[in-house]
């Protein structure tokens, strides 16, 4: 397992079990049950680099994105309440600049393998059907993994790995479904839930409640603000 605050680097059945917190990835790698399809160039329509997002996503995406021009890659090293950092996520982990928390896919269409992420110090997979335990995030949108698949995979994740947490991508809209399909845990397996939530406004933010907002969608990569928690 790795040490608290780092993510786990290797892929099945190498997975480990991260025990506290960084990051989440991308609104991008996307399962084989994903509704849109990949154009000939191996990118999403609109958006390079990235797989397809589930339909809702799509129009949430292109009308968030208009206006929006890339931040300043300094945006990560500000300094903020209780020390908050960024995390990077892509389908293309190789896009992201050096030096950063990267996110990326364990599993589905745009899974990453272990090697393109050697050199990066703290990488956090996601898993984007709901089956994977080892992984750090799960994926919850149209596409993906459903409200009460994710009640599944933080049950049995919270129980195979004691000291892990489990940490839940979703969007604003399906937020309080996943809340209410874990409504029922124990206390104790509620408090070792993360929640990171895709709120692309380009400006960087947390919202109320949750641990880490994905702030901006680009066309390479996309970038969260996190709380240490996360």
């Keep these: 397992s790795p040490a608290a605050g780092a993510a786990r680097t290797s892929r099945p059945a190498a997975h480990a079990a991260s ?8 609104t991008a790698a996307k399962s084989a049950s994903t509704p849109a399809a990949k154009s000939g160039t191996g990118h999403a329509a609109g958006r390079p680099g990235h797989s397809v997002p589930g339909t809702a996503r799509v129009a ?16 990560s ?3 903020r309440p209780g020390r908050w950092y960024s995390i990077y996520d892509s389908v293309t982990p190789g896009a992201i600049p050096a030096h950063h928390a990267v996110a990326t896919y364990a599993t589905g269409n745009y ?3 272990r090697h393109q992420v ?5 990488v956090l997979w996601i898993d984007t059907t709901g089956y994977d335990y080892a992984a750090s995030i799960l994926d919850v949108e149209p596409g993906d993994a459903t409200p009460a698949l994710a009640a599944q995979w933080a ?6 790995y004691p000291h892990s947490l489990a940490r839940i991508y979703t969007m604003m809209s399906e937020w309080p479904a996943v809340k209410a399909a874990v409504a029922g845990f124990p206390a104790p397996l ?11 406004t380009g400006q960087p933010h947390i919202v109320p409640g949750a641990d880490a907002t994905q702030w901006y969608w680009g066309n390479s990569y996309d970038i969260t603000l996190a709380k240490p928690r996360f």
């Design 19 to 26: 025990s506290a917190g960084t990051t989440r990835a991308t």
């Design 60 to 75: 949430a995406h292109s009308a968030t994105r208009t206006g929006h021009a890339a931040p300043a890659l300094r945006v």
């Design 77 to 79: 090293h500000h300094a």
């Design 111 to 113: 899974a990453v393998s």
């Design 118 to 122: 050697a050199s990066r110090r703290t």
């Design 155 to 160: 049950w049995h994740r919270l129980h195979r």
């Design 190 to 200: 509620r408090a070792r839930i993360r929640w990171w939530i895709a709120d692309p």
